[in-house]
């Protein structure tokens, strides 16, 4: 570590500027403020819905159980949790090669929570001049005054935020209640606080530094791009040579483009770039751009759409594909896996038997001459009612299979323990070690039956 | 290579505990789905643990490795590329 005191500090990844986004409106802002809107109203508003008598998403992990509305997910199904992260992964891939990175500009949790940040910061410290001055302004009472107003909104909302997290782990009700008779558990306080901070740094201070160094996705989305992608971009034979001019004035008579160089585009960009410069990585294609750029045309009385949504065989006047093979490979496997992950899903039996067999004696001898095996069972019952099963093993001529309880109930979604004993004659066993399977049945539900193979063990021919 | 060298101190934290807290993620959602935390307790440790409090330091051990790793390949990148800095001048 005494090497990293040489490095000289700097600021975080570079001198770093602040970006001090220009407020915009028209109609991508009012989509992406739509989905901000509705993606905020999932995440806090979800812990409070419940589905059949408790909440509907729950990682209760007390119980080892995950709740996803009708569904319960046991620990043994961790595998459907990972089929649907891949699928999420793919399905990022097949719209970002179809229509770029609106992932990053209207869902992306960064985006989401760093608008949400923004608007705070706007109705507090006011439109984007008055912003700059602000925080140029030498200390002052005032200053003061509304800077600790906007942390203490932005550090209660961080809150609200951690404690909503912490709800898809701890009952939001018990949460709530221990929240205000002031008797959180140390981990609940401590991830709320975590979560919380973890928001009020990204969506607060870090922002676009986020997506431009930390995000892997910005760094790879060029691999699904090519040159059908819906990108944001901006028109230079239409725009160049770019100039000031008088409203009214026809860019010809002039001998300029339509672009009238009033920066507008730039300082609407939440990452600080400059869309004319071509296409860049840290562009996020939220299309704050488009909308500003949009509204100088009106104001011009030029046509719109000088920086606009396009394609790079479009912008070249080529033909554009929609369908094509990168696109027809993505959806294939999506198609796929999705299908295999829903017949899974449909055809899953909720019903699961685990086999252990004594370890501490081989086996032993019976008083009728038997050779005796015993075994532990684990039964699952990881359906929604309480079920009765019947148990049958075979794999030995004339086995006999006792049980200490014989009459197996096991309550819904809970754990059932018992011991089974397996009596065989020495003349029927093949081998030292041979094969029996255990057959669990439910006796009021047909499909609910599972085999599970398990070794019995003798003395072995002489 | 002289890139390497100007990484900031802030840099330098969030490139190792950055990927290491995603992977810490991984880990134990791995790990937790294949073992109870209950399990893991010796019989002849009397250990009254809450299962969020098992979960949690479950989480950050899996993240405390990970920053070693993390922490180790930065380590042996910089020193190596100041090394070979050394040897070409």
């Given at each position: ?299 011009m009385n030029y046509p719109r759409g000088l920086v606009r949504y396009t394609t790079e065989n479009s912008a070249e006047g080529k033909k554009q594909h929609i369908v094509r093979p990168r696109i027809l490979v993505y959806a294939t496997i999506l198609l796929t896996l999705c299908g295999l992950l829903l017949t899974n899903l449909a055809q899953r039996i909720p019903l699961d038997l685990d086999v252990i067999r004594d370890r501490n004696s081989l086996y032993r001898e019976t008083r009728d001459g038997l050779i005796e095996n015993v075994y532990t069972l684990k039964i699952l019952n990881m359906d929604d009612q309480s079920h009765r099963y019947e148990l049958r093993a075979e794999g030995i001529d004339g086995l006999r299979l ?61 | ?89």
């Open positions: 570590m005494a090497q990293q005191a040489e490095v000289p500090l700097q600021s975080l990844y570079e001198a770093h500027k602040k970006i001090y986004p220009r407020e915009i409106g028209g109609r991508f802002t009012r989509l992406r403020m739509l989905s901000v809107v509705v993606l905020l109203g999932i995440y806090y508003i979800m812990p409070l819905v419940q589905w059949d008598g408790r909440q509907a998403i729950l990682f209760d992990l007390p119980a080892r159980k995950f709740y996803l509305f009708g569904l319960t997910l046991w620990p043994q199904d961790f595998i459907y949790l990972a089929a649907l992260l891949i699928l999420a992964g793919l399905s990022l891939f097949f719209f970002t090669a179809l229509i770029g990175r609106v992932w990053c500009g209207y869902a992306c949790p960064q985006t989401v929570w760093t608008e949400a940040y923004l608007w705070m910061e706007r109705k507090i410290e006011g439109k984007r001049g008055s912003r700059m001055k602000l925080d140029k302004a030498p200390m002052s009472g005032a200053k003061f005054r509304t800077k600790l107003l906007k942390h203490t909104v932005w550090i209660a909302f961080s809150l609200w935020t951690g404690f909503t997290f912490v709800a898809y782990f701890t009952p939001i009700r018990e949460l709530g209640n221990n929240l205000v008779t002031l008797s959180l558990g140390p981990w609940e306080t401590f991830w709320i606080l975590f979560y919380g901070f973890a928001t009020y740094g990204n969506a607060g201070f870090m922002r676009e530094q986020v997506c431009k160094y930390m995000c892997p996705y910005a760094r790879f989305q060029s691999a699904m791009f090519d040159a059908d992608t819906l990108i944001v971009a901006y028109h230079p034979e239409r725009g160049e040579p770019r100039g000031s001019r008088r409203r009214g004035v026809e860019p010809q008579s002039v001998g300029l483009g339509d672009c009238i160089d009033c920066n507008v585009c730039v300082q609407v960009c939440p990452t600080g770039i400059d869309i004319r410069d071509g296409l860049q990585y840290e562009c996020i294609a939220c299309s704050a751009c488009i909308d500003a750029c949009d509204e100088i045309m009106d104001k006792q049980l200490d309880e014989p009459d197996i109930r096991v309550a819904a979604g809970s754990v059932a323990e018992l011991v089974a004993r397996i009596q065989a004659d020495e003349l029927n066993l093949e081998d030292r070690s041979v094969e029996v399977r255990f057959y669990l049945q439910a006796l009021d539900a047909n499909h609910l039956s599972v085999v599970e193979e398990a070794r019995f063990v003798g003395p072995g021919r002489l | 290579m002289e890139e390497m060298k100007s990484i900031s101190l802030t840099q330098q934290f969030i490139s190792v505990l950055w990927p290491s807290f995603a992977m810490a993620i991984v880990a134990s959602g791995v790990f937790f789905s294949a073992f109870d935390p209950r399990d893991l307790i010796p019989y002849n440790l009397d250990i009254d643990i809450s299962p969020l409090a098992a979960y949690s330091i479950g989480f950050l051990l899996f993240w405390l490795l990970c920053i070693l790793s993390s922490w180790g390949t930065l380590y042996f990148a910089i020193s190596n590329c100041r090394l070979t800095a050394r040897h070409n001048p």
